[in-house]
């Protein structure tokens, strides 16, 4: 049975960092693309993040990029998400998530949620002062 479990958010002041994991069991991980998604309060589901299933190739929504880093160990079975610079805006339920399919960035920014294979339970960030 495919389980995709995020861990790793929680309560951060603007500026500060806070790294994201997803622990993966039930498939085989190393041969899939992964994705990070998140849902602000109030809004739809946002594409985050894609990589590839070697980790050699990472897509970003333009406007995370310069703030976003994600990563894989696939010895681990564990994807990541390191969040820096946090900005009160990035407050939301954090998801990981095994994409149906991966295109451009364009794209995979226009995905909506049964785009996804599956999706974990998701982490809460919350950036406030």
């Known amino acids: 049975q495919e389980r995709l479990v995020e861990s790793g958010g929680g309560w951060a002041h603007p500026g500060g960092s806070l790294r994201l994991s997803c622990a993966a069991s039930?498939?085989?991980?190393?041969?899939?693309?992964m994705s990070w998604v998140r849902q602000r309060p109030g809004e739809g589901l946002e594409w985050v993040s894609d990589?590839?299933?070697?980790?050699?190739?990472?897509y970003y929504k333009d406007s995370l990029k310069d703030r976003f880093t994600i990563s894989r160990d696939n010895s681990a079975s564990t994807m990541y998400l390191q969040i820096d610079r946090l900005k009160r805006e990035d407050t939301a339920l954090y998801y990981c998530?095994?994409?149906?399919?991966?295109?451009?960035?364009?794209?995979?920014?226009?995905?909506?949620?049964?785009?996804?294979?599956?999706r974990g339970q998701g982490t809460q960030v919350t950036v406030s002062s």
């Open positions: 039930g498939f085989a991980f190393s041969n899939h693309w």
């Open positions: 998530a095994r994409p149906k399919t991966v295109g451009t960035i364009a794209a995979n920014a226009r995905r909506q949620a049964g785009d996804y294979a599956y």
């Open positions: 990589i590839s299933p070697s980790g050699a190739t990472k």
